[in-house]
């Protein structure tokens, strides 16, 4: 399940899905902005509150739910990195959580043991070190088992080639990496 960024779904996010389909995955692509895309962060962030977050969590947890008895593995870009998370900490036949971009914020009483892998840019005014750092012990103090990759000099969104965040090097490291955690789940 591949959950797309506060951009909606665009094109970078249907060709990391085929990406992943050319590898062997069956990848579930939901459109959780009714077909809205847009070009700018803050156009993006504009759709991301006029729809709400409690209402896209929703609407990525009924795209998931018809699927979660086969263990999925929930992947997302930025927004949907988080939005990721939030349904794989509470799917428990998850197998996996690929985070290319984002997270989301942890419950202290969460347990899990889910293998995550997290690529980040750095720095990145989304995901900031000191985030990330606790993110990433809250994370391993509810059990995953943590990855997480970060990319000197990059822009936020360094794996979409439409935007200016795009960085070829580092989107071809982090897909390499990705590759290699969802062949070992």
């Known amino acids: ?18 990406l992943l389909r050319g590898a062997g995955h069956e990848v579930h692509v939901p459109d959780l902005y009714d077909g809205r895309v847009v070009d700018t962060v803050e156009e993006g962030m504009a759709i991301r509150e006029e729809i709400g977050t409690d209402e896209l969590l929703k609407r990525a947890v009924a795209a998931a739910a018809p699927l979660s008895d086969e263990g999925l593995v929930y992947a997302g870009f930025s927004l949907g990195g988080a939005l990721a998370q939030h ?12 985070l290319m971009h984002g997270t989301a914020d942890i419950a202290d009483d969460t347990s899990t043991e889910l293998p995550v892998q997290l690529h980040a840019a750095e720095p990145d005014p989304f995901e900031t070190e000191d985030w990330l750092n606790a993110w990433y012990l809250r994370m391993r103090r509810a059990g995953a088992d943590v990855e997480v990759h970060r990319y000197h000099g990059a822009g936020h969104l360094f794996t979409d080639p439409d935007l200016p965040d795009w960085d070829d090097r580092a989107a071809a490291r982090a897909w390499a990496c990705a590759m290699g955690f969802l062949a070992d789940l």
């Open 87 to 98: 349904v794989a900490l509470a799917d428990s036949n998850a197998r996996g959580l690929l």
């Open 1 to 18: 399940m591949l959950f797309h960024s506060a951009y909606g779904l665009r094109p970078a996010v249907n060709a990391a899905a085929e």
